[in-house]
């Protein structure tokens, strides 16, 4: 159970235990540690849906599963998702399955009188240029980073939909705005991987073949900052727990550093010690991210916990024992 104080401190309740949840992409990454938290928090009812059971593309699909369901609070975290590559080979997809999941939630769900959505978007809906760090009022200065702009306008929708919902139907819904995600559970397919995992899958392997170089996309400049799924997990549910505006709210660790950098870091703990050759017929993304975090703290009480190097670690940690768990089973 968790005790609240709203805007205007008014004392409110959320007894998880009570409520019937309903997490989109409750199997994903950052929907299995919102799943474990809601199950910590005590609710005992989390409904989370699969695509061939509820295709959330189909209208029909999302009015069967509001039927089926019948929740109190949907958690919308299910994407079509991907890195710079992924982006590139899909933007009409992208674009189309993103857009269409998260109308058509919000529509049903205030119809069928839902008590509150909580959707995730995404970072890359902000400008390409927008002053760093990012704040939330920068959001609609400027067109998002070329690569990834279907999927970025498509996730912004969520915001101007919850927005117009609430000013005309009392509809409860928030959107907040997590970084570049990472940690244990991680895609690590180097087809649809960001770069994260990517990084640490390539190093890894190069250090089992012996190879002395790797290959990373861009010319290593850009910036990046990085939140580890337990800390975005908690940050969605306070959201949830304690936050009623439609404001977007930035998801974040609040620091920034460079994809040289990082992958010097990543050779480092994977122990890779060869070469990295920089692919710079490949593109590099937005230049710079790296979020305003205070909008998050001063309305739920949102702060990351766990530090970059020790996430990574453990990130690494637990790629190397699925990879040796593999190759002991083959």
Known sequence: MAYLRDLGGVILQTDWSSERVVVTGGNGFLGGYVVEKLRKRGCKTIITPRTR???LVQMAAVERLYRDAKPTF????AARVGGIGANQKNPGKFFYDNLM????LLEVGRRVGL????AAGTICAYPK?????FREDDLWNGYPEETNAPYGFAKKMLLVQSQAYRQQYGFNSVVVLPVNLYGPRDNFDLETSHVIPALIRKCLEAVDRGDREIVAWGDGSPSREFLHVRDAAEGVLLAAERYDSSDPVNLGAGFEITIKELTDLIAKFCGFKGKVRWDTSRPNGQPRRKLDTRRAKERFGF????GFEEG???TI???RAVRHSRTETK
């Open 53 to 55: 059971e509820y295709d």
């Open 74 to 77: 949907v958690i919308h975290l």
């Open 101 to 104: 999941m998260g109308v058509q």
């Open 115 to 118: 008590k509150k959505l909580v």
């Open 129 to 133: 240029f927008a002053p760093v760090p």
């Open 303 to 306: 702060e990351a916990k766990i």
């Open 312 to 314: 990574l670690s453990e």
């Open 317 to 319: 940690a637990w790629y």
